[in-house]
Nanobody, 124 residues
Framework: EVQLVESGGGLVQAGGSLSVSCTAS????????VGWFRQAPGKERERVSA????????YYTDSVKGRFTISRDNAKNTMYLQMTSLKPEDTAVYFC?????????????????WGQGTQVTVSS
């Protein structure tokens, strides 16, 4: 069975750090591009960060540049999103996703597999 299972969400104070992880099963994550999305209450889901399948290039949305880092450990079939200098506006459900798209995956439709989401809450 193909699955992406996230962990590591929680509550943190503004200015703090948090790392979320996402472990794949049923497929080899290294063969896919990967990404993190988030959805805040009352808002559309947005792409936060991604890594392209073909060349490993990374993407970050402007609001998280310099604060968030996407990475993966192929030996563990796991991807990570390290978040620092967190702000209340980072509060959202965070989703990991894997894409078979050859270049930089942008659209949600370019992602094949999705995690169930993990809540990140940043208090002021």
């Amino acid at each position: 069975e193909v699955q992406l299972v996230e962990s590591g969400g929680g509550l943190v104070q503004a200015g703090g750090s948090l790392s979320v992880s996402c472990t794949a099963s049923g497929f080899t994550l290294a063969d896919y591009g990967v990404g993190w999305f988030r959805q805040a209450p009352g808002k559309e889901r947005e792409r936060v960060s991604a890594v392209s399948r073909n060349n490993g290039r990374t993407y970050y949305t402007d609001s998280v540049k310099g604060r968030f880092t996407i990475s993966r450990d192929n030996a563990k079939n796991t991807m990570y999103l390290q978040m620092t200098s967190l702000k209340p506006e980072d509060t959202a459900v965070y989703f990991c996703a894997a894409s078979s798209y050859w270049g930089m995956p942008i659209l949600e439709t370019e992602f094949n597999y999705w995690g169930q989401g993990t809540q990140v809450t940043v208090s002021s």
